[in-house]
């Protein structure tokens, strides 16, 4: 029995012919850069806190923890002065969850009307101009609130308790507003995300658009929705300008949005701009109240990171 004829080495340049691969320097660059920008955000994180702790930790030694975590009563610029958090907490909570019941309905309509109902021409025009609301700056928001939304709360208002001059109620009605093309654009490009042969599927057993946007599409994408809701909430928590206009700058520990009210953010900001000495209680006020907005955003974004982990679906 003969024994088989050794095979032939591929001549260079044949198609056979594997070179050796060489060093791919423009990957290991763009990796680099990657790995640079990561450490860049994770120092910053890092950054804040370390810049927040030296101060808190001083003013904790001169205020109890208790009564600014507990205490109704907010006046650390005033004799005798008040440290309890709960009025701008309350604040925030209240003109945030205004805002919410803005931008989630009509952000979550918006994304499932350009993912299921909008022709490709209708989406490369809406969406754009969609978006152009997350450009408008705050500030303006901030006026447009207290001289548009405000004035037009109090013409059509019934009965005899109009919104005040300055109120939660505009604020938080503009800061929804603000807010609608981030949910609708993160939710938007979720739903597009979901694979056709699902909407296929759900076709070719009868369904009709609304049951294949709502039963199949919505819950396929579920986990980019909550990630989008999620991060409006966090942008709305964080909003200084449209508050510090509209709503007002005094503390007031109330859940009646027609009044005025100060959120942590305004609060920061105002005291920022101010004279307080260098190293004065009213001065750390500032960082303490930074901390626990820091705090309040990183238990949220925790929360958020769950969520879209335990709803996330993987298709192949």
Not at 182 to 193: G, R
Request: proline content about 8%; overall charge positive.
């Amino acid at each position: 029995m003969s024994s088989p004829a050794p095979r032939k080495r591929a001549a260079p340049g044949s198609p056979g012919f594997l070179r050796r691969s060489q060093p791919r320097y423009g990957e290991k660059a763009v990796k680099a850069l990657l790995v640079i920008a990561s450490l860049v955000s994770l120092l910053t994180t890092v950054g804040i806190v370390i810049a927040l702790i030296p101060p808190v930790v001083a003013f904790f030694g001169k205020v109890s923890f208790g009564e600014f975590i507990t205490g109704t009563d907010w006046s650390p610029l005033f004799e005798p002065p008040h440290f309890g958090v709960i009025p701008l907490v309350t604040a925030t909570l209240v003109v945030t969850c205004i805002a919410l019941l803005v931008a989630i309905p009509l952000g979550l309509g918006a994304a499932v009307y350009l993912s299921e109902y909008a022709s490709r021409r209708v989406r490369s025009v809406f969406k754009p101009v969609l978006e152009v609301l997350a450009g408008i700056p705050t500030v303006v928001y901030g006026f447009f609130a207290l001289k548009a939304i405000t004035p037009f709360l109090q013409q059509i208002w019934p009965g005899n308790d109009p919104p005040q001059v300055f109120n939660a109620l505009s604020a938080g009605f503009v800061m929804g507003i603000m807010i609608i093309p981030t949910i609708a654009s993160l939710a938007e490009d979720s739903m597009t995300a979901v694979p056709r042969s699902l909407r296929d599927g759900a076709y070719a057993l009868g369904s009709s658009r609304m049951q294949v946007s709502t039963k199949v599409v919505f819950p396929a994408a579920l986990s980019g929705i909550v990630a989008a809701i999620v991060l409006g909430i966090s942008r709305a928590i964080g909003e200084t300008m449209i508050v510090a206009i509209a709503a007002g700058g005094r503390p007031n520990l109330t859940f009646n949005p027609l009044e005025g009210m100060q959120t942590m953010t305004a609060f920061i900001a105002a005291a920022g701009i101010g004279d307080l000495p260098t190293g004065s209680t009213g001065y750390q006020t500032i960082f303490a109240v930074g901390l626990l907005l820091f705090a309040i955003t990183l238990v949220m974004n925790l929360i958020s990171i769950r969520l879209v982990r335990r709803y996330r679906e993987v298709y192949e």
